[in-house]
């Protein structure tokens, strides 16, 4: 029996369907209420406001659960590579053998970029940051491609921008930030995996050869399984409302990426690694820097520190920690920014501040780390974010794409004057 939430409204009863997820989520469906009671909702933040069904990933925030299409990520993160996760969040399924090989090949297929890209990034200053310039390269996909830009493109059509997405930002990403320190460019080399082929493309340069250090490529290759996909946050929601008005797969991530690229999001892994230096810098006191971001006058907020939807850990957070001790061993690293953040983690979590409003290490916390040891650059940190959640944005798009949602549009509640007669400008 389906079941019914009661609202009263001045005194005036109204039914609302009430919708159950595979997991046991309820959801009331207010779609109706304005054109049946005249009211609208208000939720800053859209702190509690469902703004679709999805079959992708299942989070459970009090219970530090978080599940890519019904598998663990702890599993994923042991067993899989990112190719098999993407494949696995864009199409609902994990890859046989033979849909991994036509995948990775169909994506070797297309790793080149036009060689006119080298124009665009001849414009940007050597001030430009590297997510700045991955989101313009992203973007300028369409003028590249504008057959991308046909709303009602085939299926087909579709698998050729994805293949492309997948394919092009591990150089996108690369060529971001060889053109800000100056250097030449690396071609991709598709001799090597996703992850491998990121690495050289960065590392490389004329007056050294690189070679992959295959414990730094599946560190990276696993960091980038933990990003793929976190439903409706922050810049996944933008990708989903920008692709909602028909805009092209390459705008609707490009919009996606300067979204993440906020310290209160995707930034913060790269404010987290300031953050700590600079408590290194000041003598190492993170009794002084935990009260500072206890006083909300200082405007300081401890980076990599809470999150709105987990509540008691973050699962990601755990995995990434012992990914990074392993990694700083292999690698024989040992950072004092490492003991920093492990004291400053210690004493929060055993002040009552932090304990009471639930604030844990997130993702962020530890992915500085462990980019730092791998030896990425910090400028670089959010754009290997937005690599690793490539593909959560595409299955995002896809996703809305097939079920023919509307366009996005949230509702406000005016707080502004009411009508007044306009006064002529030399009255005023
Ligand atoms: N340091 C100090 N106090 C904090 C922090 C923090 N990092 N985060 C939240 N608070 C306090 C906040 O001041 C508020 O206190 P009060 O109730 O006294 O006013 C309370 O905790 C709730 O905070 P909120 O801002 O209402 O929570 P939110 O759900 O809107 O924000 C957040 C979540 C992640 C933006 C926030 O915790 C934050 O700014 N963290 C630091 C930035 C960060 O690490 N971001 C990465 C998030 S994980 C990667 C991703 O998926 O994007």
Redesign the pocket.
């Known amino acids: 029996m389906s079941k019914t939430a009661e609202l009263i409204i001045d005194g005036k009863s109204y039914m609302l369907p009430i919708i159950e997820g595979t997991e046991g989520e309820k959801a009331i469906d207010i779609g109706n209420l304005l054109e049946t009671a005249g009211v609208t909702t208000l939720d800053f933040?859209y702190k509690n406001t469902g703004a679709t069904k999805s079959a992708i990933t299942f989070l459970d925030g009090d219970k530090g659960i978080l599940r890519y299409r019904g598998y663990s990520i702890e599993d994923l993160a042991a067993k899989s590579t990112f190719l098999e996760v993407s494949y696995l969040l864009i199409y609902g399924e994990l890859p046989t053998q033979e849909q991994l090989t036509k995948f990775s090949n169909d994506i070797k297929t297309h790793t080149l970029v036009h060689e006119d890209i080298k124009k665009i990034l001849d414009g940007f200053p050597s001030s430009a940051h590297p997510m700045g310039v991955l989101a313009s390269l992203f973007c300028s996909q369409t003028a590249f491609y504008p057959e991308s830009l046909d709303p009602n493109r085939s299926s087909e059509g579709v698998y050729l921008s994805i293949i492309r997405s997948l394919a092009k930002m591990p150089t996108f990403a690369a060529w971001s930030y060889k053109n800000v320190i100056g250097h030449p460019v690396n071609y991709p080399d598709n001799s090597l995996e996703y992850s491998s082929r990121f690495l050289k493309m960065l590392f490389a340069h004329p007056a050294a050869e690189y070679d992959v250090d295959p414990v730094i490529a599946d560190a990276l290759d696993k960091l980038l399984i933990l990003h793929a996909d976190?439903e409706q946050?922050?810049s996944t929601s933008t990708v989903r409302i920008v692709g909602s008005s028909k805009a092209s797969i390459y705008s609707s991530i490009s919009a996606g990426i300067n979204a993440l690229w906020g310290?209160?999001?995707?930034g913060?892994n790269q404010e987290v690694i300031v953050m700590l230096e600079n408590i290194k810098k000041d003598g190492g006191d993170t009794d002084k820097w935990i009260n500072k971001?206890?006083d909300?006058n200082s405007g300081f907020?401890?980076?990599?520190?809470?999150?709105?939807v987990y509540k008691n850990f973050d699962p990601r957070a755990k995995i990434i920690k012992k990914a990074a001790d392993d990694v700083m061993t292999k690698l024989g690293i040992n950072d004092p920014v490492l003991e920093i953040a492990q004291k400053l983690e210690e004493v929060a979590l055993r002040d009552p501040y932090f304990i009471e409003?639930k604030?844990y290490p997130?993702?962020?916390f530890y992915s500085g780390i462990i980019y730092r040891a791998l030896g990425i650059p910090v400028d670089m940190f959010t754009v290997m974010f937005a690599m690793g959640r490539l593909p959560g944005w595409i299955a995002q798009w896809k996703e809305l794409r097939e079920n023919k949602e509307p366009i996005g549009r949230p509702r406000q509640l005016y707080i502004g004057q009411t009508l007044r007669p306009y006064v002529e400008l030399k009255k005023r």
């Open positions: 933040g976190h946050n922050c310290p209160l999001h995707g913060a971001a206890k909300k907020r401890l980076m990599g520190f809470g999150h709105r409003r604030l997130n993702v962020d």
